[in-house]
């Protein structure tokens, strides 16, 4: 097609009397300048004002109707072309478009080719295709391909790369779970939270920093319920072995008046009242010696049947005049 000639004729704005317009405007910017406004001549200061921006709106509205008159032929030639164009613009769409299906089908033909290859070789190294789904587009350049549509060797050894770089990545994070699997394992804690944690990117030493951490105070917890449970254990025990004692006691029917002495198994306070075997005295002889006699003491250990509480040796004490009492009751160790 010829070249489109078109002939341009420079506009010419005639400003009529223009020394006179511009000399009326400088007498009036020389009239104000350097003017200040007063609170006593307010009033009559926002009336100049607003006759001196009449002033400039004028001169202003001129300027733009010139520009809109100067304006319209060129608006009238664009209006034209653009009207003109339409029919070769239609032309070209429809042969863009039969371009965008072929490279769209040919870069489909790319795209699995590159599929191929990555399953192939993920496959073969045990890992999951998926994973390099995201990669699929970096290798789909036309410049990748040989004239026959095949991958080129270079971009192949890439892919090679990948797939190392990912069985590294993989078995790394195995080793790195076994760590934490045998690090919870040794110190009862939960693994899972942990390998959460290195999924998300988090680093291996302060994940283990982490759970040497929980560990120390999951330890100091159940150290302290346990020697809480052990106090409370004892206390039980305690007050189980006083109550059997109690028990014990109130089934002898002994008095209450014998001072309680060091802990036994079991404990019988013995004091004797009366020697059967002493000689008989007179009633002086006999108050006399009252007076000055001094009790002794026996402290006795006895094992006994739990079943049978009530040993044999309590008729004798009682026959014989011994006064006794139970002062602790608990399990041979």
């Given at each position: 097609m010829n070249e489109i000639k078109v002939s341009v004729q420079n506009a010419i704005i005639n400003i009529e009397d223009r020394e006179k317009v511009e000399q009326q405007i400088n007498e009036i910017a020389k009239k104000y300048s350097g003017y200040l406004p007063t609170a006593d001549t307010?009033?009559?200061?926002?009336?100049?004002?607003?006759?001196?921006?009449?002033?400039?709106?004028?001169i202003d509205d001129k300027r733009k109707n010139v520009k809109t008159e100067y304006n319209e032929p060129l608006i009238e030639f664009e209006d034209w072309v653009e009207k003109a164009l339409k029919p070769l613009d239609s032309a070209i769409d429809a042969i863009d478009k039969g371009i965008k299906e072929i490279e769209e089908n040919?870069?489909?033909?790319r795209l699995s080719a590159i599929?191929?290859?990555?399953?192939?070789?993920?496959?073969?190294?045990?890992?999951?295709?998926?994973?390099f789904a995201e990669k699929y587009e970096k290798y789909c350049l036309a410049?990748?391909?040989?004239?026959?549509?095949?991958?080129?060797?270079g971009i192949l050894d890439e892919i090679d790369v990948s797939i190392q770089r990912e069985v590294q990545k993989q078995q790394g994070r195995k080793n790195?779970?076994?760590?934490?699997?045998?690090i919870a394992l040794e110190r009862s804690l939960t693994a899972e939270p942990y390998i959460r944690e290195l999924d998300n990117g988090k680093g291996l030493n302060e994940i283990l920093q982490d759970m040497l951490?929980?560990?120390?105070?999951?330890d100091e917890a159940r150290a302290k319920r346990e020697a809480e449970q052990a106090?409370?254990?004892?206390?039980?025990?305690?007050?189980?072995?006083?109550?059997?004692?109690?028990?014990?006691?109130?089934?002898?029917?002994?008095p209450e008046d014998v001072t309680e002495q060091p802990k036994q198994a079991v404990n019988i306070v013995a004091e004797q009242i009366h020697q059967q075997s002493e000689p008989t005295l007179t009633e002086p002889e006999n108050e006399q010696k009252q007076e000055v006699k001094k009790l002794k003491i026996l402290t006795l250990e006895i094992l006994i049947d739990p079943d049978n509480p009530l040993p044999p040796f309590k008729p004798f004490l009682d026959e014989n005049g011994y006064r006794y009492k139970i002062t602790n009751y608990e399990d041979v160790k």
């Open positions: 307010l009033t009559g200061d926002k009336t100049t004002r607003a006759n001196l921006r009449k002033v400039r709106t004028a040919e870069r489909q033909i599929k191929v290859a990555f399953t192939e070789k993920a496959e073969n190294a045990g890992l999951d295709p998926r994973i410049a990748n391909f040989t004239v026959h549509k095949k991958l080129k060797k790195d779970i076994a760590s934490i699997s045998e951490r929980d560990a120390k105070a999951q106090k409370r254990d004892a206390e039980m025990a305690q007050r189980a072995s006083e109550f059997e004692a109690q028990r014990l006691q109130n089934s002898f029917n002994v």
